[in-house]
């Protein structure tokens, strides 16, 4: 070999060592991490219309400086929602009046409340995939899983809109906490998720859940989780329902939430056009003239207008009982007065000879004895209630429902020719009538 081509050869070997070595290199920066998850996760998916892209977090592998996308690797993926609710809103199902272009009810503008399934001016095309009918909540030690269940689905199939739920922690009717999925799949995935926080305490505007506009405020202005990029990349996921292709299910970690325990949440669904985190409250945004009203009885603002292809719930709580004055809160069934039973009680007792019917110390009580409360008063008594026994001290006690009684001792106890007649006696709700005694004396005298 001459020196020529011992050159050639030995610039061939290094060459092809330094490639070598690059691929090497490429081959070490580029591994992902190996936690094993059980399912495909961040793929897109066909059904539903997905049409979002695979999130990817770009990272530049040293000395290559070739941007190669890492996908998002999660190591926890939301389970099934318990069976038990903790937390359940109905909605205005708005299907029945849709042919007649308008809303049925459940739309207050005043109130941030909106009922909007229909397209803009016209009102003639109705969204069923838009129009919540139900919601719930349950949680587990992980997850908070809330489903929102639709009319139905797109007449091209899916659910292909923007879902999600608004959360008050500190139930002061300003919103704190927006998730928002668009476009979910049929498997637990976090592409379409966003939340969203409002760090600067200006959801509502002055007065949140009414409407003051024009706002002069961001809203919920930060984005702490996109699609899986977030301190947390498995803190917020979206699919439909495997049950009810009608339902959306999203689930967040417990700990999104500072694992609050005790709040007020409601359901968003809107068309993505609609959906802009910086107009919440909408009713700060929009004037009520600009928004429009789904009912036809406002005819000052019928049809909807700008404000249009959104359905929101009103809010239900969490962790505590409802007083109905929490900002946003649903309607609070009246509570009845609980039915409490109430006592009459007294002694029966033996005053002997020529004693009188004043109960006193020289009284002889009657054990054995019955008495008997009979319904209404003394005037009419009518069927027996209840009865008792006098028990050794001549003390008896009726529990009975609140009402007026005429209360007698039957079959007398004495053959004797002075008793106490029958007693009226009115019982409150949960009260207490005392001292209804019984007595009895034999006369003996000249008459
Ligand atoms: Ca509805
Ligand atoms: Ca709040
Ligand atoms: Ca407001
Ligand atoms: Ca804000």
């Avoid at 909540?137 to 608004?166: C, F, K, M, R, T």
């Avoid at 006592?343 to 009284?363: E, Q, R």
Wanted: glycine share 10%.
């Amino acid at each position: 070999m001459n020196s020529y081509k011992f050159r050639r050869l030995a610039l061939w070997l290094g060459v092809a060592a330094l490639l070598a070595a690059l691929l090497a290199c490429a081959t070490s920066t580029t591994a992902t991490p190996t936690i094993p998850v059980s399912e495909p996760i961040n793929t897109p998916t066909t059904a539903g219309g997905d049409n979002i892209p695979p999130t990817t977090v770009p990272t530049v592998p040293e000395n290559t400086q070739t941007a190669t996308p890492v996908p998002i690797v999660h190591t926890l993926i939301p389970g099934e929602p318990p069976a038990s609710a903790l937390s359940e809103i109905t909605d205005r199902n708005s299907s029945t009046l849709a042919s007649e272009h308008r809303a049925n009810g459940g739309d207050s503008f005043t109130t941030n409340l909106y009922e909007r399934s229909f397209n803009a001016n016209t009102m003639d095309t109705y969204f069923q995939d838009l129009d919540i009918i139900r919601t719930r909540l349950s949680h587990d030690d992980q997850w908070v899983y809330v489903n929102i269940s639709l009319v139905g689905q797109n007449p091209a199939g899916g659910l292909p809109e923007d879902y999600g739920i608004e959360v008050d922690l500190n139930v002061d009717g300003r919103g704190d906490v927006l998730l928002m999925a668009s476009k979910p799949g049929p498997k637990w995935l976090t592409d379409g998720v966003r939340v969203w926080v409002d760090n600067n305490h200006d959801v509502g505007g002055t007065h949140p859940i009414q409407s003051d506009p024009p706002a002069s405020t961001d809203g919920y202005e930060t984005l702490i989780f996109d699609q899986g990029i977030g301190s947390d990349s498995d803190a917020a996921w979206a699919r439909i329902s495997p049950t009810d292709p009608n339902s959306v299910q999203v689930a967040f970690k417990r700990s999104l939430i500072n694992d609050d325990e005790k709040f007020t949440w409601g359901a968003w669904a809107m068309n993505d056009s609609m959906l802009n985190p910086a107009w919440f409250d909408y009713n700060d945004h929009f004037t009520a003239a600009d928004a429009g009203s789904p009912l036809v009885e406002l005819t000052q603002f019928y049809p909807i207008k700008a404000l249009a292809e959104v359905d929101n719930t009103c809010r239900w709580a969490v962790g505590f009982t409802p007083t109905g004055n929490e900002p946003g809160i649903c309607p609070v069934p009246p509570t009845p007065t609980p039915v409490l039973p109430g006592t009459i009680s007294g002694i029966v007792f033996d005053n002997g000879i020529n004693g009188g019917l004043v109960f006193g110390p020289a009284s002889m009580r009657i054990s054995g004895a019955n008495v008997r409360a009979r319904s209404g008063g003394c005037g009419s008594p009518g069927s027996v209630v209840t009865t008792a026994t006098t028990n050794a001290s001549g003390f008896y006690s009726l529990t009975v429902p609140a009402g007026t009684y005429c209360v007698d001792v039957s079959p007398s106890p004495r053959p004797t020719d002075h008793e106490t007649g029958p007693q009226s006696a009115t019982v409150t709700n949960g009260g207490s009538v005392g001292d209804v005694n019984f007595g009895y004396y034999a006369y003996l005298g000249i008459r």
